[in-house]
């Protein structure tokens, strides 16, 4: 089993059409009455079709086709920790997708908090999410496809983050992202994904990156599953996935392909090698940048301010300076001139330059990158 549709006519409803209907149908996982969340990624406050966050245009046929289900779609999500999610809601035109088709939306941050227990949970025994989420019969995961300086790509899996509001998604980087995005999924589990794989995002994401112009969609019924084949289709293995290999781990679907049923366009025909994170972490020369599983919110915000340091020419006064970022960091009292950045590393503030706060706001940063150096 293990079914996955690609779909590429250049007409997105077409395309969703296609992807879904190849695997079975919407009706397979959706009946009339029920109560259907789509929950796209809408991590920040970026426009449609920035291959950032997902396009509105996918969610509003998503809704659509939900609707003529005779079932009630609801669009929620909670944005990264630090955001507004309300303002970013707003930018992505979800909010006018919900506003045309007389649908509820939800920002997660000001819904009814709801404690779940996850008593079979590898690193998560209890999680806070939100009351709409719990109500719903029905998730329909649409992500967008991008890689991620933490985790390498960010896809359905991780997508299921934004079910829980504000704070609450610090929780897994502190007990361990790769066995905390297992539990979550194993908790929440999507009943469909679609990725949005119109236009994606390669080298520093989430937020970071450069678009990448793909004109794919890509629907399966395991989030596990249609990750494995995006990773495939971003050039990428699966199996090199920490967060992927984990699941797999934990049996929540299939990681090869040669095990999966394969729909619409083969892999090789749309396949497109996105530039990795990593890759372009190391064009920052003779800065060392230690990750102990920090959020995306700390570690996007400290790279783009890395950026503009590198494009205004300050970047070389911060050579020799490492970075540590997130709850798992191992000090190295080795090291010449030490930044630790955000509260998790606050215990360490002794012994550098700190820059406070949870995620520290990017003028912070600027502010202790200008200190960090002149001296
Ligand atoms: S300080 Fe940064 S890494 Fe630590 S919890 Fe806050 S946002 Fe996450």
């Known amino acids: 089993m293990h079914p996955v549709a690609i779909s590429n006519t250049g007409n997105i409803e077409q395309d969703i059409m296609n992807a879904i209907n190849e695997i079975g149908g919407l009706d397979t996982v959706i009946s009339k009455g029920d109560v259907v969340l789509c929950k796209p990624n809408v991590q920040g406050s970026f426009s449609p079709g920035s291959g950032i966050i997902t396009d509105a245009k996918v969610v509003h046929v998503v809704v659509k086709m939900v609707k003529k289900l005779g079932a009630t779609p609801i669009i929620g999500e909670s944005s990264v920790y630090g955001r507004v999610t309300e303002d970013c809601l707003h930018v992505s035109g979800m909010y006018e997708v919900a506003k045309k088709e007389s649908v509820r939306i939800v920002d997660f941050d000001q819904d009814e908090v709801v404690k779940v227990p996850i008593p079979n949970g590898t690193v998560l025994k209890e999680v806070r999410t939100v009351k709409t989420v719990i109500e719903s019969d029905v998730i329909i995961d649409i992500p967008v ?33 790769e066995e905390g995005i297992t539990d979550l999924n194993a908790t929440f589990t999507p009943d469909i994904v679609i990725v949005d794989g119109i236009v994606g995002l390669e080298g520093l994401g989430p937020s970071r990156g450069t678009p990448v112009d793909m004109g794919l969609i890509v629907a399966g019924f395991e989030p596990l599953t249609v990750d494995s084949v995006c990773t495939k289709i971003m050039g990428m293995d699966p199996n090199e996935i920490k967060h992927i290999k984990h699941a797999y781990s934990k049996g929540l679907g299939e990681i090869d392909i040669d095990n999966m049923e394969l729909y619409g366009k083969p892999i090789e025909t749309v396949e497109k090698t996105f530039k990795e994170p990593w890759l372009q972490l190391k064009e920052f020369k003779g800065i060392e940048l230690l990750n102990g599983n920090a959020c995306s919110g700390c570690l996007t915000e400290l790279l783009r301010n890395l950026e503009y340091a590198k494009i205004d020419g300050r970047i070389d006064d911060l050579k020799n300076s490492t970075f540590y970022i997130g709850p798992d960091i191992q000090f190295d009292e080795k090291c010449e001139k030490n930044i630790f950045v955000g509260n998790c590393c606050k215990k360490f503030a002794e012994f550098g330059i700190f820059i406070e706060g949870c995620p520290p706001p990017g003028y912070v940063i600027r502010e202790k990158l200008d200190e960090a150096g002149t001296k």
């Open 145 to 177: 496809m991008k890689t991620h300086v933490a985790t390498g790509v960010t896809l359905a899996l991780k997508n299921m983050k934004g079910v829980l509001p504000r704070r609450e998604k610090a929780k897994i980087h502190f007990a361990g992202l």
